[in-house]
């Protein structure tokens, strides 16, 4: 049984900083790719950012390139998203995901369907 369970949201002010922690259970953790995805109400589910099996590439959205960074730690089977700059439309619900590819390394992470267990997801509101 796979589990993922995110924490560290929160409400902050914009222009604030906030670090999701995602820690999954799985003996296979370190060689799979890691996925960040965030769903506002009403809206589509949406890629946020992915980190490779490896941890030597990573890959964000647009709208977040330049703010948020992703990382891992294989030995605490745990991957870290790191928001800074939060601005009101990052308000949403933020769900991390593990790829179904075993030692994937080519460059397509922002598919949800690539993707084969969830994590409940955490809240982040961000407050003007």
């Known amino acids: 049984q796979v589990q993922l369970v995110e924490s560290g949201g929160g409400l902050v002010q914009a222009g604030g900083s906030l670090r999701l922690s995602c820690a999954v259970s799985g003996r296979t953790f370190s060689n799979y790719a890691m996925g960040w995805f965030r769903q506002a109400p009403g809206e589509e589910r949406e890629f946020v950012a992915a980190?490779?099996?490896?941890?030597?590439?990573?890959y964000f959205a647009d709208s977040v390139k330049g703010r948020f960074t992703i990382s891992r730690d294989n030995a605490k089977n745990t991957v870290y998203l790191q928001m800074n700059s939060l601005k009101p439309e990052d308000t949403a619900t933020y769900y991390c995901a593990v790829d179904q590819r075993p030692y994937y390394s080519s460059n397509v992470y922002h598919e949800a369907a690539t993707y084969g267990y969830w994590g409940q997801g955490t809240q982040v509101t961000v407050s003007s």
């Open positions: 980190i490779t099996w490896s941890g030597g590439m990573t």
